[in-house]
Structure formats: C-alpha cells, structure tokens
C-alpha cells in the first residue's frame, strides 16, 4: 500500500508518498481502507519534533521526555502521521461484532498516528464508529480531533444554558468546534481568532467576534463564566479579571504552570482553572457523531490535497491562512 512517510523531521518537504507493507489486522482489529484524513496541530509539532523545545511543548516536561521517546529520538519512529480518518472497512478480525466490510467509519487514532496511509489497523472497541449519515468522507476525516477535545473539556468544565463563554482560538482544530458545542449547550459564545477567520467563526454560531489583533478581549470590561483558553498563553492574572466570582478558566494546553494553578486555586479559592487530558475516548466519537446527525456540529472543509499534496498541505496549515481545515484524501 501507498502511505505518507517521513524519515528526518523537518519542514513540509521531508513528506514523501512511498509503498510499504500493508498492516496485518489481529482476531479484534478492524482494518480500514483510508478515504481521508487530516492536517492538524499534531502532525505539524509530530512532523517537526526535533524542533519542539520542553518550554515550546504544551505540556509538564516529563510528557515531553515522553513524547519525544515515543515519536522518535533523533529520527521519527513510525514515519506516518496522522490522528484522523474516515474509510471503509475492508476487512475485520474473526473476533470483530461491531463492523462489518463495506462500513463506512471514521475514527480517531491520537498520538499514535497513522492515518496517512491507505490502510489502517485499530481495534474495533477503539475510537472507530460508523460515520455521520450526514456527511462526506472529507467531512467526517475533520471531525473527530477537535469535536472529541472540545466536547470533552466543556463537559469537564460543566457547561450550563445561559453562561457567558470565550473561545481564545475559536478559529482552529479544537476551537472552531469548540464554538458549536457551547452553542449547543446553550451558551453565549465569543470566539478570538485571527482577522482573516472571523467570518468563518461567525458562521459556526459564535454571538461576538474579536480579532486578537486588532483588540485585547481582556480591556473589554466583559465578565465570563467561562474562558477556553486553547493555546494557554493568556495570563491567569489577565483572565481573572475578566471571569465572574465563580468562572473557571480551562487551559486546553496542559502545562505545567497551569497544573500548579489548578492546584492553587483549588486550595485558595478565586477563579479556578481547569486543566484536563482528553482521552479521545469511543463514547466522545459516538456524542460527536450524534451531534453531527443531530445538525448541531459541522465541519468546514477549507482545501483538499491528494497524497502527492501532503507537503503542500502541511505548508497551508503552517501558514495559518485557511478557514476551516485541511484534508488530504486517498480515494
Ligand atoms: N489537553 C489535551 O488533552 C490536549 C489534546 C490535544 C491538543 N491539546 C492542545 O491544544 C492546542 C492545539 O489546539 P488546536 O488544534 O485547536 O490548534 P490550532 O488548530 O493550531 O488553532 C490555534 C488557534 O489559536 C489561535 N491563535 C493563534 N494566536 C493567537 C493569539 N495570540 N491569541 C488568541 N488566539 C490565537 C488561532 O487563530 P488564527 O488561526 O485565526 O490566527 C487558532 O484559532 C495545543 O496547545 C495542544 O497542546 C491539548
């Protein structure tokens, strides 16, 4: 089979469409011929490890000793990114009660990446699921990352009708879905973002739109029950200021100075801060599928490369002049 793989990490360029040997599926697993898949935050910081720093790394230094073992010392160790998918199922496991060949699925396969290949292997109990009866193939290949990270933390963050929320990074991956979810929950939505994507967060429902650029949300006056923050690079002494008595701050980046907040403010008292891992779990998939079919999530597809255009479409993500996100598709 024809895969995407790098040997060196580097720019866009170290991307080459070359054959490797096909994935031999287990008695549980669910092999998938891949339709679509993905550009996102994870391939570009997975293609170009060797030049993640700990302090450039979103997350405690540990996690960062232990991704950098995982994704590869010197050079990649899988050589195939990738986090999302959607396909058919070309064949499955003896064991296998949940899929049959021909299903057409959609999943999520995280860190361990893989799916910039024409085939794929994953259990079956994993997060794989029949795809939105609603959507394309390209569609659903965008959904699962950022709808399954956004579900999960404004659950985390017990998201209630009426609340006043801000997205900061409401334009990208976790945030655009982000934007929608609370919508659905019933919130008061503003989303940051770049100038060139403000339309584009108008459009998935957000109520205000402020360009970072242009405007600093904090000297607004404005009180929030909630602030998500996706990068984790607002201040805690700036957000406080702009959260009601009982707001909370999610830091969707998970680093450690957040985690010693967290800490803090649970002991001490004054807005709390949140800071959560999102396992990517099966149940989220199913939520965000039903969402999906529900018309309450959608996802934007901004370009679509094929597999000889998966540099050039690292390259337009890496640019950050896209509205909504990338596809690479195989079919
Ligand atoms: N906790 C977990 O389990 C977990 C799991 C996965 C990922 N993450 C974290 O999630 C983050 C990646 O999220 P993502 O995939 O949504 O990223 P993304 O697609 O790269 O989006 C980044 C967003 O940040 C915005 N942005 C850039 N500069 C900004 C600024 N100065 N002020 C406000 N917004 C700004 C961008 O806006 P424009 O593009 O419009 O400029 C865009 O909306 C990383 O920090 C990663 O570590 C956490």
């Known amino acids: ?14 991307l080459q469409v070359r054959e490797i040997a096909t994935p031999v599926p287990g008695d549980k697993d669910v092999l998938v011929r891949v339709h679509a898949t993905s550009v996102n935050y994870g ?11 700990p302090r450039a790394f979103n997350m405690p230094m540990l996690f960062w000793v232990m991704a950098k073992l995982y994704f590869g010392l010197g050079k990649p160790r899988n050589g195939i990114l990738g986090s999302e998918f959607s396909g058919e199922v070309e064949s499955v496991g003896k064991d296998v009660t949940a899929f049959r060949k021909g299903d057409r699925v959609f999943g999520y396969l995280g860190q361990k990446m893989g799916a910039y290949a024409e085939l794929l292997s994953m259990p079956e ?11 394309n193939f390209e569609q659903a290949a965008v959904a699962p990352y950022g709808a399954m990270m956004a579900l999960h933390f404004l ?3 017990q998201i209630r009708p009426g609340q006043k929320v801000l997205v900061n990074g409401a334009s990208g991956g976790i945030g655009s879905a982000a934007v929608q979810i609370a919508k659905h929950f ?3 939505v503003t ?4 100038a060139g994507r403000m339309d584009y967060v108008h459009a998935l429902g957000a109520d205000t739109v402020i360009d970072y650029k242009r405007e600093d949300f904090t000297q607004r006056g404005e009180e929030y029950d ?16 702009e959260l009601k008595k009982d707001g909370r701050i999610l830091y969707v980046s998970f680093k450690t100075k957040h985690l010693l907040l967290m800490l803090r403010t649970a002991l001490f008292g004054g807005p709390k801060v949140l800071c959560t891992l999102a396992p990517g779990s099966r149940e989220d998939l199913l939520a965000v599928r039903d969402l999906i079919e529900q018309g309450q999530l959608k996802t934007v597809v901004a370009e679509r490369f094929p597999m000889s255009g998966a540099a050039d479409a690292h390259r337009l993500v890496e640019g950050g002049k896209k509205s909504g996100a990338v596809a690479i598709t195989f079919a």
């Open 186 to 188: 019933g919130a008061e």
């Open 43 to 53: 391939d570009l910081a997975g293609r170009n490890f060797a030049a993640v720093t």
């Open 125 to 135: 109990n994993g997060p794989i699921a029949t795809m939105p009866t609603t959507m």
């Open 1 to 14: 089979m024809k895969a995407i793989v790098y040997d060196t990490y580097g720019s866009p360029d170290v």
């Open 191 to 194: 989303g940051v973002c770049g």
């Open 226 to 241: 909630l602030i998500v923050d996706i990068r984790g690079r607002l201040p805690y002494s700036q957000a406080k200021r």
């Open 155 to 157: 659950r985390k963050a």
